[in-house]
């Protein structure tokens, strides 16, 4: 393994820059143009919100939603057999540049995406996030060799906000394109989100040269001379269940996780879709609010930080899950834009917290001496991308078949019950 100084500032820095570079994705696509996009050219005088989609008559929404519970389903099963392979051979960066190039490129391709060409659209929207997810996984899987203990809060912290200025600073790039399409000569009414698209590809694909020329190379964890895939595979998967099998606090905390995030990382991929459905909102209004959720999010990452080194981490995920509840009830009862406005600027804050803080919770439970991180990780991202394929699959189901949408952000507020009360074991076991 080269050697690695933690807490290097010219490091750290360059690993969230691969933050920097594919929150893009998270926001443009995920969160703000591409949904009110998909959701304006699938909306048709003739077949309402209905379309068709190889033959299967579906809910526009509950399309998209479908695709990414398939896409983080697929990629939960081969998480943790791929890093495993990773760590064992030796392949963490090779394989992390792998997915973020397949991300990029199926982002470059929303460019084409019409209407007529819906079935590969979605295709290419399903493997972006196979290429965000892999790539994101990769990325966690540095911070306990990149920082200390001490250290892992504030690093994670650091690296959402860099994400968030990111995919910010592309958004208002991405703002003005939709905007002001008149600026630059455009007449066609799609050509300036499918623009959008194409901006973000890139901008993903060219700030992650940054992290992919600065982290450094790990070295295979075992012996490898011999072995076919499936025995390096096996070795190493089991090797890592074995060590966590012996580590209490991830066992406790991983089903708290579970849980909450079904509820987190829904709301997060579905609010702009609520927002326009509820209250027909438009574009501009709604990118500004999810501009706005960006811009308190940093806010919130550092906050949370802080706040655990004062209070502890299981204490501040308490009262940011117990915030979220708040949340999924009032978003049941929204009527007015001003509420819109401000159930956005709280989701904002509780958001960069909590996603920073479960990072760093969990890099924390991680033994300083191990070495195959990316598998230790494997194990926290497949709980996350589990958990997003029940709630997608969960909020598309209820709308399927309520056909209104505001009792499937109801229904999400469970799951924030029962990922509160696990926590709250978490504490209490922790003082007995």
């Given at each position: 393994m080269e050697a690695i100084v933690k807490n290097n500032k010219k490091l750290i820095r360059s690993w969230a820059m691969f933050d920097w570079a594919n929150s893009a994705y998270n926001l443009v696509i995920t969160s703000t143009i591409f949904p009110v996009y998909y959701t304006a050219i699938t909306t048709t005088k003739e077949n309402g919100d209905v379309v068709e989609f190889f033959g299967l008559k579906i809910v526009n929404t509950a399309l998209s939603n479908f695709a990414l519970a398939a896409a983080y389903l697929l990629m939960s099963f081969s998480l943790p057999f791929i890093s495993s392979y990773a760590d064992a051979?030796?392949?963490?960066?090779?394989?992390?540049?792998?997915?973020?190039?397949?991300?990029?490129?199926?982002?470059?391709?929303?460019?084409?995406f019409k209407l007529d060409t819906l079935e590969i659209g979605i295709i290419c929207f399903a493997l972006a996030a196979m290429g965000y997810i892999g790539g994101v996984l990769f990325n966690n899987s540095y911070l306990p060799l990149l920082a200390t203990v001490d250290q892992q809060d504030r690093v994670s912290a650091q690296g959402f906000a860099f994400g968030y200025i990111g995919c910010v600073t592309l958004q208002i790039l991405c703002f003005i394109?939709?905007?002001?399409?008149?600026?630059?000569?455009?007449?066609?009414?799609?050509?300036?989100?499918?623009?959008?698209?194409?901006?973000?590809?890139?901008?993903?694909?060219?700030?992650?040269?940054?992290?992919?020329?600065?982290?450094?190379?790990?070295?295979?964890?075992?012996?490898?001379?011999?072995?076919?895939?499936?025995?390096?595979?096996?070795?190493?998967?089991?090797?890592?269940i074995h060590k966590i099998k012996g580590i209490p606090e991830i066992k406790q905390f991983l089903p708290a996780f579970f849980f909450y995030a079904i509820g987190v990382q829904t709301l997060m991929i579905v609010a702009s879709s609520f927002g326009e459905k509820i209250l027909h909102l438009g574009a501009e209004r709604l990118i500004a609010t999810i501009l706005l959720i960006q811009l308190v999010a940093i806010l919130g990452a550092f906050l949370m930080s802080y706040l655990s080194k004062l209070f502890g981490n299981i204490k501040v995920l308490i009262v940011v899950v117990m915030?979220?509840?708040?949340?999924?009830?009032?978003?049941?009862?929204?009527?007015?834009?001003?509420?819109?406005?401000?159930?956005?600027?709280?989701?904002?804050?509780?958001m960069g917290g909590i996603q920073s803080l479960s990072r760093s919770t969990y890099s924390k439970l991680i033994p300083t001496d191990i070495k195959d991180t990316t598998a230790f990780f494997s194990f926290y991202d497949v709980t996350e991308k589990v958990a997003?394929?029940?709630?997608?699959?969960?909020?598309?189901?209820?709308?399927q078949i309520t056909h209104n949408i505001r009792y499937s952000a109801l229904v999400l507020s469970l799951f924030f019950v029962i990922g509160l009360l696990l926590l709250v074991r978490i504490l209490i076991s922790n003082k007995s």
């Open positions: 051979k030796g392949l963490k960066k090779p394989i992390m540049k792998f997915f973020t190039y397949v991300g990029a490129i199926s982002c470059m391709c929303l460019f084409f394109v939709v905007l002001k399409p008149e600026w630059f000569g455009i007449t066609d009414p799609s050509l300036p989100a499918r623009i959008s698209f194409l901006m973000v590809g890139l901008w993903w694909l060219g700030f992650s040269m940054i992290p992919f020329k600065y982290l450094p190379k790990i070295e295979a964890t075992g012996n490898n001379i011999g072995k076919s895939f499936v025995q390096n595979v096996r070795d190493e998967f089991s090797h890592v915030i979220w509840i708040a949340i999924c009830i009032a978003a049941f009862y929204l009527a007015t834009a001003m509420q819109f406005y401000i159930i956005a600027a709280l989701v904002g804050l509780v997003i394929v029940i709630g997608l699959f969960s909020f598309g189901l209820i709308e």
